[in-house]
């Protein structure tokens, strides 16, 4: 499998920072063919698009989400990694991580990680 | 930024039946859309790429056809393993956006 996303937090508290990673297996991390994307999904809703990040740590993240969202890189150790700051229960999803390439878009995905913001 | 919508929101059809799912962009994209299958509990997969480029290892009776801002995926002959979410994706610029869902039911 591509993309392994490490196991979440499951839950987090309003106002913490929730954090995931996703491991990526083979050399691809470094290929600047590639871009590396989050995407979540609130239960029972649709998907939206997070942000990206390429190899060289250029980053692209949506409007919605810019002021609290990090994403990184390490392709020394194969992963990309998500920040999600001050989170309230709206922010509770499903979290993918995906890779993005231009001919064939979100072609590969993460199993999938559920986290609630709840006290 | 580029809206995508997506039509219908959910479709309720018989096995054999030809299925065509739509989606409109606010903005030409060229042939920046993919589409995406998702069955409950799992994560999406990838069905059609630059509009209508098979994803290998999809069934033939799956299609994607559209350019600028126009575009449909079409089943061609409805199989019960085909129940599911069905989503759009513009990639043609940031932000990236996805369609609405189109739920297809059986």
């Known amino acids: 499998q591509l993309l392994v996303q490490e196991p979440g937090p499951g839950l987090v508290k309003p106002s913490e920072t929730l954090s995931l990673s996703c491991t990526v297996s083979g050399d691809s991390l470094s290929n600047n063919d590639f871009h590396w994307v989050w995407i979540r999904q609130p239960p029972g809703k649709g998907l939206e698009w997070i942000g990206s990040i390429s190899y060289d740590g250029s980053t692209h993240y949506n409007p919605s989400l810019r002021s609290r969202v990090s994403i990184s890189v390490d392709t020394s150790k194969k992963y990309f990694s998500l920040k999600l700051s001050s989170v309230t229960a709206a922010d509770s999803a499903i979290f993918y991580c995906a890779r993005h390439f231009s001919l064939t878009a979100f072609d590969f995905w993460g199993q999938g990680t559920l986290v609630t913001v709840s006290s | 930024d580029i809206q995508v919508t997506q039509s219908p929101s959910s479709l309720s059809a018989s096995v054999g039946d030809r299925v065509t799912i739509s989606c409109r962009t606010s903005?030409?994209?060229?042939?920046?859309l993919s589409w995406y299958q998702q069955k409950p509990g799992q994560a999406p997969t990838l069905l059609i790429y630059v509009a209508s480029s098979l994803q290998s290892g999809v069934p033939s009776r799956f299609s994607g056809s559209g350019s600028g801002t126009d575009f449909a995926l079409t089943i061609s002959s409805l199989q019960p393993e085909d129940v599911a979410t069905y989503y759009c994706?513009?990639?043609?610029?940031?932000?990236?956006?996805f369609g609405g869902g189109t739920k297809v039911e059986i």
């Open positions: 994706l513009q990639d043609y610029a940031t932000p990236l956006a």
């Open positions: 903005q030409a994209i060229s042939h920046a």
